[in-house]
């Protein structure tokens, strides 16, 4: 979670969204209801992009599910039940548009007691991640920790913590935790002696516990391999291993760099070792690096982005979170963010990850919700998923497209569906019984909410987070760039125009929003897919491509280039199927909403502008 947090208002201010998801059938099948012959593959490390069985790039897109293990009111699971999870997962995928999830286990419930795994809560946490697989959503796992564990902290504290079981706190003999004069909860990682204690021991391996955390992270994912089904298995995208690492403490002509070096690569490369050893040899460690490598308050940056750690390859994913602790902060970035806001900050994943040799995730973003920033979270959380689309700012990207960079795959912090409806005893404290938000530390940060029926609905604006996005691309995707036209309050933010150059592609998208992909065609014969905002009814979906101009794409076929299908789990969720014949052609395609029933000369017209473009960009 960010590194600063605002100590948010009582009143709790939810921003837009009133769509709704009300009795949508479970899924429960081990192969996902509605999938096609491409559906369902395993996810690998090739050519430093995830690919699927069918050589296909993919794109993960979705959330943190979810901050509820955080907190005791249910047992460190996500979830009060499976049916629960279900909802979550159903609106997910049809009011979220995701694609994939970072699913949040917890150390203290999957190891209560110092060598006994706890089997009752990996069987509970197996089935609420079943949820997911069985809707057709990838995942994976995340043993998370903040402030190293809840049991750090006295009953009357402003601050608690998650992660680590009771019994490693025993074993250290912590001082009394204090932060002193602390405004934002982040402050605990370096001001809280307990804190930083606790976290050298852990990276130190005193007490043996970092062996400990070793030995449960392999039998969780032994559990995990035997309890799930090959076909949910192979949704599992891979593991990370540790949240939000910190060293606690340098020794002595140590830096944050030779910490990674010599502390934190160690232990990623023992990790992966308990992958392989529990049937997981073909998925990838998702690892992050010091927390504090991509700060953006240059007094907290530290040098890290594991440097040292070589080419990482297809054992590795370099998984970074980002938040604009300015924004955060209230007092450091006056107004809201802009077109292009956090290019440099997303385009520095990119080139980390390339520089390693594999792919990146942006395991956590986002903003709060409530609060004295709240008014900033339109703007922010626009800003990011714009630099999670591209390396550019809207205002240069028709002009330079083949600068546009991969699409990065991310997922926002957070999918809570009890925001707002907790009962937390912080700390175990009756006296502190937390509801509001998401019941943690002031975090009130979960782009869901229950209504009072009982429906799941969205607290951010639907444009902003159902987008388009090329979930996966039939070969190697060049550009990709998608105008949300999001709202700020009643202000529509469009940062990226199609230019006066291109006219007849501007008439046809009009207000409504677009998508742009451009690709090079691989070897494989699956079709390139673009996920479909509930925004996109089939029926006004207009496509423009070198492969064919349809308004209104007709189902699926393999002989039918521009096509529309469901998504995999039943969701009525749909995508968009773009379907090439050859291997290293350059391909585009135009996805807007914004034409009702375009001409046949208007379409030919936008064809013809785009052909020209594409030409001369790539």
């Known amino acids: 979670m960010p590194n600063l947090r605002v100590r948010l208002l009582a009143v709790l201010v939810v921003l837009s969204g009133s769509l709704t998801v009300a009795g949508v059938p479970p899924a429960?099948?081990?192969?996902?209801?509605?999938?096609?012959?491409?559906?369902?593959?395993?996810?690998?490390?090739?050519d430093g992009r995830f690919a699927d069985g069918q050589g296909r790039e993919i794109v993960l897109r979705g959330y943190n599910v979810s901050g509820e293990t955080k907190l005791e009111e249910n047992g460190?699971?996500?979830?009060?039940?499976?049916?629960?999870a279900r909802k979550a997962a159903a609106a997910l995928r049809a009011l979220g548009g995701g694609n994939a999830v970072r699913f949040l286990l917890s150390w203290a419930h999957a190891e209560p007691v110092r060598g006994q795994v706890d089997?009752?809560?990996?069987?509970?946490?197996t089935d609420q991640m079943r949820a997911f697989l069985d809707a057709g959503i990838r995942v994976y796992p995340d043993f998370h920790q903040d402030l190293f564990s809840r049991y750090l902290f006295d009953t009357g504290s402003w601050y608690t913590g998650d992660g680590a079981p009771q019994w490693a706190v025993d074993a250290g003999s912590y001082p009394k935790e204090s932060c002193g004069i602390c405004l934002f909860w982040g402050q605990n990682i370096t001001q809280n002696t307990a804190v930083q204690k606790a976290q050298y021991d852990f990276w130190h391996n005193a007490h043996g516990l970092q062996d400990a955390f070793l030995a449960t992270a392999r039998s969780t994912m032994a559990h995990l391999r035997r309890h799930l089904s090959a076909a949910q298995f192979a949704g599992i995208a891979g593991f990370d291993p540790y949240n939000e690492p910190y060293a606690g403490g340098y020794d002595p002509g140590q830096t944050s760099r030779t910490w990674e070096r010599d502390l934190l690569w160690p232990f990623y490369v023992r990790f992966r070792a308990r992958m392989d050893a529990a049937g997981w040899q073909d998925k990838p460690a998702l690892v992050e690096p010091n927390l504090f490598w991509n700060a953006n308050i240059s007094t907290q940056k530290q040098e890290g982005g594991l440097l040292d750690a070589g080419t990482l390859g297809p054992d590795y994913v370099f998984n970074?979170?980002?938040?604009?602790?300015?924004?955060?902060?209230?007092?450091?970035?006056?107004?809201?963010?802009?077109?292009?806001?956090?290019?440099?900050?997303?385009?520095?994943?990119?080139?980390?990850?390339?520089?390693?040799?594999?792919?990146a995730v942006a395991g956590e973003f986002g903003h709060p919700l409530s609060g004295t920033v709240a008014d900033k979270a339109p703007?922010?959380?626009?800003?990011?998923?714009?630099?999670?689309?591209?390396?550019?700012?809207?205002?240069?990207?028709?002009?330079?497209?083949?600068?546009?960079?991969?699409?990065?795959?991310?997922?926002?912090?957070?999918?809570?569906?009890?925001?707002?409806?907790?009962?937390?005893?912080?700390?175990?404290?009756?006296?502190?019984?937390?509801?509001?938000?998401?019941?943690?530390?002031?975090?009130?940060?979960?782009?869901?909410?229950?209504?009072?029926s009982g429906n799941a609905v969205l607290r951010q604006d639907a444009r902003l987070l159902d987008r388009l996005y090329?979930?996966?691309?039939?070969?190697?995707?060049?550009?990709?760039?998608?105008?949300?036209?999001?709202?700020?309050g009643s202000t529509t933010l469009t940062w990226n125009p199609v230019p006066g150059s291109l006219p007849n592609t501007a008439k046809l998208v009009g207000t409504g929003r677009y998508g742009l992909l451009v690709w090079?065609?691989?070897?494989?014969?699956?079709?390139?897919?673009l996920h479909l905002p509930a925004s996109f009814?089939?029926?006004?979906?207009?496509?423009?491509?070198?492969?064919?101009?349809?308004?209104?794409?007709?189902?699926?076929?393999?002989?039918?280039?521009?096509?529309?299908?469901?998504?995999?789990?039943?969701?009525?969720?749909?995508?968009?199927?773009?379907?090439?014949?050859?291997?290293?052609?350059?391909?585009?395609?135009?996805?807007?909403?914004?034409?009702?029933?375009?001409?046949?000369d208007l379409l030919a017209a936008a064809k013809a502008e785009l052909a020209a473009w594409a030409a001369a960009r790539f």
């Open 379 to 452: 703007t922010v959380v626009k800003a990011m998923y714009q630099a999670l689309d591209s390396r550019l700012p809207g205002a240069s990207w028709w002009a330079r497209p083949a600068a546009s960079g991969p699409v990065l795959s991310g997922t926002q912090w957070q999918w809570d569906l009890y925001n707002g409806r907790h009962h937390e005893l912080m700390n175990g404290n009756p006296g502190k019984v937390l509801t509001a938000g998401d019941a943690w530390n002031d975090e009130d940060l979960s782009a869901v909410r229950l209504d009072d």
């Open 520 to 529: 090079r065609s691989g070897d494989g014969t699956a079709p390139t897919e």
């Open 28 to 46: 429960t099948a081990a192969t996902p209801s509605d999938s096609l012959w491409f559906d369902g593959t395993a996810l690998t490390v090739r």
């Open 119 to 125: 089997t009752a809560y990996l069987d509970a946490a």
């Open 76 to 84: 460190g699971l996500p979830f009060a039940s499976a049916a629960d």
């Open 320 to 359: 970074t979170h980002f938040y604009d602790q300015k924004a955060i902060s209230g007092i450091l970035m006056w107004g809201k963010a802009a077109d292009g806001q956090y290019a440099a900050d997303f385009a520095a994943v990119r080139d980390r990850a390339a520089a390693a040799g594999t792919a």
């Open 537 to 600: 009814p089939t029926a006004a979906t207009t496509v423009v491509s070198d492969l064919g101009t349809v308004h209104g794409p007709p189902a699926y076929t393999s002989a039918t280039p521009v096509a529309a299908a469901p998504e995999p789990g039943g969701t009525g969720s749909r995508r968009l199927l773009l379907t090439d014949a050859d291997s290293g052609v350059l391909h585009y395609a135009l996805v807007t909403n914004g034409a009702t029933a375009p001409s046949a």
């Open 470 to 488: 090329p979930g996966a691309t039939a070969g190697t995707a060049l550009a990709f760039t998608y105008e949300d036209r999001s709202r700020d």
